[in-house]
């Protein structure tokens, strides 16, 4: 199958940045070192009444930091604005294909190598230093890999949009800036979204970016169930649907430019 084998090559992509993968991951640390020593210094002796302690914000701080590489730091766009560019995105949505499935598949490859490299090594580290939290309750592990996938398939249809608005736009690093900061921001990467002030904390709650990474991170705590996931899959369904349809009138767009 074509999908499966652009998953497979972009996995063997990968493997010739080894050395530029292992700075990410040392830098990944540091953030995360850095972050668990402000919140463990924030919340050590002010815990009452505070619904996460200073263990809980070191395992959200560790397990954030390791789903960022499948979540958040996705290529800029799916790598669509530079086909839009060179003009192979005509050849490519020529192809008796999903466009949408194709860029999908090759973005699938690099996540799951960063998965690999990147996210379980980072993950060890934390656990052999600061510790990990390991669900007592069985379920809670299906629940996590659910939520993890869900996350994945939100992030990439979001990133998707972004790049195939290059299509009308040409230039996608302004919006590719805004969504990271607002999948930082309001999606529970250095604050969760439940400590934000007033409204600002339920309303992020119903956002789609509280799916890539806050959700997933309170299901691995142990701190929401299933039902957390019903905003994220709502989105996930919609932005696929957005996305198709958003495809089609793309080809159209080539089409009636002779690309």
């Known amino acids: ?6 998953l497979i090559k972009n996995i063997k992509v990968q493997f010739q940045y080894r050395i530029a ?5 040392l ?6 070192f850095i972050y668990i020593a402000i919140w463990v210094g924030v919340l050590t ?8 302690s200073a263990t809980d914000m070191t395992h959200y701080m560790a397990y954030g930091q390791a789903l960022l590489w499948m979540t958040i730091f996705l290529t800029p766009g799916l790598g669509i604005p530079n086909r839009v560019r060179n003009g192979a995105i005509s050849l490519e949505m020529a192809r008796p294909v999903s466009y949408f499935t194709y860029t999908a598949a090759q973005e699938a490859g690099r996540i799951i190598y960063n998965l690999c490299f990147r996210s379980i090594p980072i993950l060890l580290i934390f656990a052999l230093t600061v510790g990990i939290h390991l669900p007592t309750n069985p379920i809670s592990y299906l629940w996590m890999t659910v939520a993890a996938a869900v996350a994945i398939w939100l992030s990439i249809n979001l990133h998707y949009l972004i790049g195939i608005s290059a299509c009308w736009t040409y ?3 302004g919006a590719h800036f805004m969504i990271v900061t607002l999948l930082f921001g309001l999606g529970g990467q250095l604050v969760p979204l439940d400590l934000l002030p ?5 309303w992020a ?3 789609p970016f509280a799916g890539v990474l806050y959700t997933p991170v309170i299901i691995y705590l142990e701190k929401a169930g299933m039902e957390a996931l019903l905003i994220p899959v709502l989105w996930a369904s919609v932005l696929t649907l957005f996305n198709l349809w958003l495809t089609g009138r793309a080809r159209r767009k080539l089409e009636i430019q002779g690309g």
């Open 205 to 207: 709650q119903w956002l």
């Open 198 to 202: 007033g409204n600002l904390g339920l």
């Open 171 to 173: 230039e996608i690093s």
């Open 45 to 52: 002796g002010k815990e009452e009444g505070s619904p996460y």
């Open 27 to 32: 830098g990944s640390l540091i953030f995360g």
């Open 1 to 6: 199958m074509v999908y499966w084998e652009l």
């Open 21 to 25: 993968h292992m700075i990410n991951n």
